[in-house]
C-alpha cells in the first residue's frame, strides 16, 4: 500500500484550495441548521456546496471556481441570500439570513457594491415615488404655488433619475455586477413603468431591443428568462391596441430570434419558452408569428428542435379560425357529419394524465348538459388494444373512438398530436375556435362564446 505523507496532504489541500473558493460567514441565530449554495444554469438551478452551520452558527462552503455568476444562499429555515460570487472569497456577518440590513460583507468587495447598489436603488424608488406624486398634485391643485416648488420637484426628479447611471459608472466595466445592475433594474423597472410610470415605456422597450442575450453572464446571472418574461408583459399591458400591441410583439421576437441564431442550444430554448409564454397567455397571434418565423427561416445555420418544430407545425396548420381536418370516426360516420360545436379530445387509457383529467372531464360535462351547453364531446384514443379501449370508456358518457394505431393514426398526425391528452375547441364547421390549455379553460370560455 502506498504511504500517504504529510506533504502529500498539503500538496493536495492546497490543490483545492486553487481550484476552489470560499463563502464563509457567521449567523448564530441559525446555529445547527444546514446551509445550500446553490447556482443558476439559465432556468436551472443546481447546488454549488453545502455545510451545517456549528453550534456558534459559523459555516465555511467551497465552490468551484469556475463559476462566477449570482447564486442564492439559503439556510434551513427557507431564508435567503443572493450573493454574487467573483471568484474571490466572501466573508459575511450577521445574526440571520433573513436580517438583511444586519449583515456584512468584510470580504467580497462585489458584494458590498452590489449590497448598496440594492438599497439605494430601493431609496430611490420610494423617493422618485414621493417626488412624481408632488409633481401631480401641483400641477392639478390650482390653490398651491406652483412655479418654485415644480422647479425643485423637477431637478430632484432628474437627479434620481441620473444616480443610477452616476452609480454604475463607478464600478469597474470588468465587473460582474456592471453588466448586471442595469438588467436587474430593467426588471424592477417594467412593472412600475405598466401601474405608474408609462411614459418609461418606449425606453424600457428600447433598452430590451439592445441587450445581447448571447452574453455569457447570462448564463448565470437567473435574469435571462425573467427578462424575458417581463418584457412581454410590458408590451401586452403597454395600452396600445391589439394590433399595434401585436406588432411590438413581433418586432421583440424578431429581435431575439436574430440575436440568438449563433447559439442552437439556447435559440431552441428560447423559442419553446416564448411558445409557451404566448399560449399560456392567449397571445396566439404573437405566437402563430414566432411559428412563421421558425418554419420559414432562410440562411440560418441553426437548427430547430425536432418536438420544437411539431409543436410550430401544429399551431401554422391548425391556427384559429382556420378549418380544421376532417377525422374518419367509424367506418360510417366523419367528424364533419356531426354538425355541433365539438370538443376534441386526444388521449389514451394508459395516459396518467389523461386518467386524471378523465374524472374532470366527467364534472365539466355533466354540468355542460345541465346548462344545455352546445356542445359535444368526441374523444380520439391513442390505445393499441381492442380489449383495454373498450374496458376503459364504455361506461363515459361521451363518444369515444379508436383505431389501434397510437401516434401513427391519421387523426394524430394531421392534428399534430406530440402530447397526450390535448384539446381543441371546434365549431359546428369545423372551424378552429380555442387551443384550450386544459379543461378549465374551456369552461371559462363557454359561457361567453357558446
Known amino acids: 500500500m502506498k504511504k500517504i505523507t504529510l506533504t502529500s496532504l498539503v500538496i493536495f489541500a492546497a490543490a483545492v484550495q486553487v481550484l476552489s473558493q470560499t463563502v464563509e460567514g457567521s449567523l448564530p441565530q441559525q446555529a445547527g441548521q444546514a446551509i445550500t449554495l446553490t447556482g443558476f444554469d439559465y432556468d436551472i438551478t443546481s447546488p454549488l456546496g453545502k455545510t451545517t452551520l456549528d453550534s456558534l452558527g459559523n459555516f465555511t462552503i467551497n465552490y468551484d471556481l469556475k463559476y462566477k455568476g449570482m447564486a442564492i444562499l439559503t439556510a434551513q429555515d427557507n431564508s435567503k441570500l443572493i450573493i454574487l460570487l467573483d471568484g474571490k472569497n466572501i466573508t459575511i456577518q450577521g445574526t440571520h439570513l433573513g436580517d438583511k440590513d444586519g449583515l456584512q460583507y468584510v470580504k467580497g468587495k462585489q458584494n458590498q457594491e452590489f449590497v448598496y447598489m440594492a438599497r439605494m436603488q430601493a431609496w430611490n424608488d420610494k423617493a422618485y415615488a414621493g417626488w412624481r406624486y408632488l409633481k ?16 425643485v420637484i423637477h431637478k430632484e426628479i432628474n437627479r434620481i433619475e441620473s444616480a443610477n447611471a452616476r452609480a454604475l459608472n463607478q464600478l469597474s466595466p470588468q465587473s460582474y455586477l456592471y453588466w448586471y445592475a442595469p438588467l436587474r433594474k430593467l426588471i424592477s423597472d417594467m412593472p412600475q413603468s405598466i401601474h405608474n410610470y408609462p411614459e418609461r415605456i418606449p425606453e424600457n422597450i428600447r433598452e430590451f431591443r439592445t441587450i445581447d442575450f448571447t452574453h455569457h453572464h447570462f448564463k448565470t446571472s437567473g435574469l435571462f428568462y425573467e427578462l424575458i418574461e417581463e418584457h412581454y408583459l410590458l408590451l401586452e ?92 370516426l367509424s367506418e360510417n360516420l366523419k367528424l364533419s357529419d356531426l354538425q355541433q360545436n365539438v370538443l376534441l379530445v386526444f388521449g389514451a387509457s394508459t395516459c ?48 369515444s373512438y379508436c383505431d389501434f394505431k397510437a401516434w401513427n393514426s391519421p387523426a394524430v398526425q394531421d392534428y399534430y398530436v406530440y402530447a397526450t391528452p390535448t384539446y381543441l375547441l371546434l365549431d359546428q364547421n369545423r372551424k378552429i375556435l380555442l387551443h384550450p390549455r386544459s379543461l378549465a379553460h374551456v369552461n371559462a370560455w363557454i359561457p361567453g362564446k357558446l
Not at 401631480?136 to 406652483?146: G, I, P, R
Request: include cysteine; glycine fraction near 2%; charged fraction near 25%.
Open 136 to 151: 401631480e398634485l401641483y400641477q392639478k391643485d390650482t390653490l398651491l404655488t406652483k412655479e418654485e416648488a415644480l422647479t
Open 237 to 328: 399591458n403597454m395600452g396600445q391596441s391589439f394590433d399595434s400591441m401585436y406588432a411590438q410583439m413581433n418586432i421583440s421576437t424578431d429581435y431575439l430570434i436574430e440575436n440568438l441564431r449563433s447559439n442552437d442550444s439556447l435559440f431552441n430554448q428560447v423559442s419553446e419558452s416564448l411558445f409557451k409564454l404566448f399560449e399560456k397567455r392567449n397571445l396566439f397571434p404573437a405566437a402563430a408569428h414566432l411559428s412563421e418565423r421558425l418554419l420559414n427561416q432562410k440562411d440560418c445555420s441553426c437548427e430547430l428542435d425536432k418536438d420544437l418544430q411539431k409543436k410550430l407545425q401544429k399551431y401554422g396548420a391548425l391556427e384559429v379560425g382556420h378549418t380544421a381536418p376532417d377525422i374518419q
Open 352 to 399: 396518467p394524465a389523461c386518467q386524471k383529467e378523465a374524472l374532470e372531464l366527467m364534472q365539466f360535462y355533466d354540468s355542460w348538459k345541465e346548462a344545455n351547453t352546445p356542445l359535444e364531446i368526441i374523444y380520439i384514443s391513442l390505445d393499441t388494444d381492442q380489449e383495454t379501449f373498450q374496458t376503459a370508456f364504455q361506461n363515459a358518457p361521451w363518444q
